[in-house]
């Protein structure tokens, strides 16, 4: 807990957040997250929120692309597939009320994530990487930013092999200007 008061303490004067629409800022950013995938894994972008807006920092809505893609990247070491889709859920959410909220989905058909670390993966400097690979920080620092802005966070394993990161954030209903 502290920690993540730190880290988005250290950041403050630097968040500057914007009304934006998702999915064109996603396929920018895909442009971007291939070179850091390789040449072994598969990139595949699927907008599916068209005029949709949130109110984030852009730089921290790339921190949380980027953190995903690199712990996907990381779960495939013989390569594999990325997935990263966006979608509206105009229904009422438990965690978010009665706010309309769009999904941020990042899968990969990786070696998934360890039963027993799933309740725990968002905890600063809990990792299922090796000692050089990671620090653990990259997750919690993805949930801070996240419920940062009202939103929530969950990952799950894939049936079919690999893991699920599901990010909800509130849609903007004002015009996408900058704040």
Excluded: C, Y
């Excluded at 953190?67 to 965690?95: C, F, H, S, W």
């Excluded at 909220?101 to 990792?127: C, K, N, Q, R, Y």
């Amino acid at each position: 807990f502290l920690t993540r008061k730190l880290l988005v303490f250290s950041r403050r004067d630097l968040i500057r957040p914007e009304v934006m629409e998702l999915d064109p800022v996603v396929l920018e950013l895909a442009d971007m997250v291939r070179p850091i995938l390789g040449s072994s894994a598969r990139l595949d972008v699927s907008p599916g929120a068209a005029g949709v807006r949130v109110r984030m920092d852009r730089g921290q809505l790339t921190q949380i692309i980027f953190n995903l893609a690199v712990n996907a990247r990381d779960a495939m070491p013989e390569g594999g597939t990325v997935r990263v889709r966006t979608a509206l859920d105009d229904k009422e959410d438990p965690a978010l009320g009665a706010v309309p909220g769009v999904h941020l989905i990042v899968e990969d058909s990786g070696t998934g994530i360890p039963p027993d670390a799933l309740g725990s993966i968002f905890e600063p400097f809990v990792t299922t990487k090796g000692q050089e690979q990671g620090t653990g920080l990259g997750l919690s620092t993805v949930k801070t930013i996240v419920e940062g802005v009202g939103g929530r966070i969950w990952a799950e394993n894939v049936p079919s092999g690999g893991a699920r990161f599901v990010v909800v954030v509130p849609v903007q209903l004002r015009p996408a200007v900058p704040v």
